[in-house]
Nanobody, 115 residues
């Protein structure tokens, strides 16, 4: 059974940093796209950052220059380093990955940035 397990969320003051991790486990034969999404209360889920197998990255304009996505293919883990956090970054952050030609989502981790 394939799972994505996230960790690293929490409460931080504006200007602070957090690092999110998402590890894939189970019977994995292929794993390509890995990305982070977020959903704030009353808003739609949006893409924050994504990274392909060859390391190509893409970021939402709102986080460019502040967030960095990376992946460890051997550990089947994707990370999101979030710096200079703002109150508007407050949301539930979800990991998503295409594994065995199917999309999987993590359970979500809460990030709260206080002003």
């Amino acid at each position: 059974q394939v799972q994505l397990v996230e960790s690293g969320g929490g409460l931080v003051q504006a200007g602070g940093s957090l690092r999110l991790s998402c590890a894939a486990s189970g019977s994995i034969f292929s794993l390509n796209f890995m990305g982070w999404y977020r959903q704030a209360p009353g808003k739609q889920r949006e893409l924050v950052a994504q990274v392909t197998t060859d390391g190509s990255t893409n970021y939402a304009d709102s986080v460019k220059g502040r967030f960095t996505i990376s992946r460890d293919n051997a550990q089947k883990t994707v990370y999101l380093q979030m710096n200079s956090l703002k109150p508007e970054d407050t949301a539930i952050y979800y990991c998503r990955s295409n594994i065995n030609n199917r999309a999987y989502w993590g359970q979500g981790t809460q990030v709260t940035v206080s002003s």
